[in-house]
């Protein structure tokens, strides 16, 4: 007879539960790095979002895993979502039975905190019959040892880009902090017209993270900071997740540079996949990833709509309604940008 799957919620701030659920998702083939229960705990912390790691158990064992995190805003609605500010989360499991009871608990704390809708961001879909969003597609590479196997695998046109940021002099360096990456961070995202997230996001996440979390940054042959990149390993990966890069970053190859940089020394730290994150179909940096030679790969985020909500959110810049705002917003002063962003960054998860 079937060992019956009881699903409970695991402690966020008890460091015994914590270690029994990053074992898990260590181990997990589905999970990722979202699912560590940190990010949840920096959600929790510095977004003031109520979190809830739910846990599948059978016979005593932990069997499956999914933390949620509940968003409640004026601005763009009542959602539950796995998991915010992340680009993989969902249903990580041993088999279909633990995932299902998953479902059903996280569909029930979702209807039970009165939220619209319950959003599963996931790598591969599980349910053909939910409504989805198919705007995202992420880029995954392996990585060989030998830096002249990566460098030829980059195409050639690219390849010669990377070649120009090493002769112009370029050089990384591994920062201790947030601060210059910061700077280059807010900068680009404020020329692009979007909100930037608080640097106290960042500082935390390199906290919570330790060795784990890392900031790169590009120098010029003057010291000059170029660009700059805070990644994230798992396993045997390393996610280059947040960038920024300066004005001048593109005529010196800067941007290309970063990249290859971090290749190498992701090796040397036993990487040997290259996550280059989520990108939008049809934009800038979808096309910049294709001609490093990374195929797309559609990323399944799912949901289940309720109270009368008809439609997927469209929380992103291509939402037609955004465009007046996002023009406006490139011509306020950064100072001012920096301090109004992080609410209603808060609010889009």
Same mark, same amino acid.
């Given at each position: 007879m079937d060992v019956p799957i009881q699903v409970r919620p695991l402690a966020l701030h008890e460091p015994a539960q914590c270690r029994v659920w990053d074992a898990y998702v260590r181990a997990c083939p589905q999970a990722s790095f979202f699912h560590l229960s940190?990010?949840? =705990?920096?959600?929790?912390?510095?977004?003031?979002? *109520?979190?809830?790691? +739910?846990?599948?158990w059978r016979d005593g064992h932990l069997v499956g895993v999914l933390p949620l995190a509940e968003i409640d805003s004026l601005?763009?609605?009542h959602s539950v979502c796995s998991m915010p500010f992340a680009v993989y989360g969902g249903v990580a499991a041993d088999d279909e039975q633990a995932g299902q009871a998953l479902d059903q608990a996280a569909l029930a704390w979702t209807q039970d905190r009165g939220a619209d809708s319950l959003e599963l961001r996931q790598l591969q879909a599980r349910h053909i019959d939910w409504p989805r969003q198919d705007l995202y597609v992420t880029f995954r590479k392996s990585l060989s040892v030998d830096d002249e196997t990566n460098m030829?695998?980059?195409?050639?046109?690219?390849?010669?880009?990377?070649r120009k940021?090493?002769?112009?002099?370029? =050089?990384?360096?591994?920062?201790?902090?947030?601060? *210059?990456?910061?700077? +280059?961070f807010s900068d680009n995202v404020h020329r692009h017209g979007t909100p930037a997230m608080p640097r106290r996001w960042f500082e935390a996440l390199l906290k919570e993270f330790?060795?784990?979390?890392?900031?790169?940054?590009?120098?010029?042959?003057d010291g000059t900071p170029l660009s700059?990149?805070?990644s994230f390993y798992f396993r045997d990966e390393v996610l280059p997740y947040y960038a920024g890069d300066a004005l001048a970053a593109r005529e010196l190859a800067a941007n290309d540079f970063k990249y290859w940089a971090l290749m190498q020394h992701a090796v040397r730290r036993g990487a040997r996949l290259f996550d280059y994150g989520r990108s939008k179909q049809g934009?800038?940096?979808y096309s910049f990833k294709k001609n490093w030679g990374f195929e797309p790969q559609p990323l399944s985020y799912e949901f289940q709509l309720l109270r009368g909500q008809?439609?997927?959110?469209?929380?992103?810049?291509?939402n037609p309604k955004y465009q007046a705002l996002i023009k406006t917003w490139r011509r306020l002063p950064r100072a001012l940008v920096n301090r109004l962003g992080p609410p209603i960054v808060r609010n889009l998860g």
């Open positions: 940190g990010w949840a =705990r920096v959600v929790e912390q510095v977004w003031g979002h *109520r979190c809830r790691l +739910l846990g599948a601005l763009f609605g030829l695998a980059i195409p050639r046109k690219q390849r010669a880009m990377v940021g090493l002769g112009n002099g370029l =050089r990384a360096q591994r920062d201790d902090d947030a601060a *210059r990456f910061f700077a +280059l330790g060795p784990d979390a890392e900031v790169l940054t590009v120098e010029g042959p700059s990149v805070l934009t800038g940096p008809q439609d997927v959110p469209q929380q992103n810049p291509n």
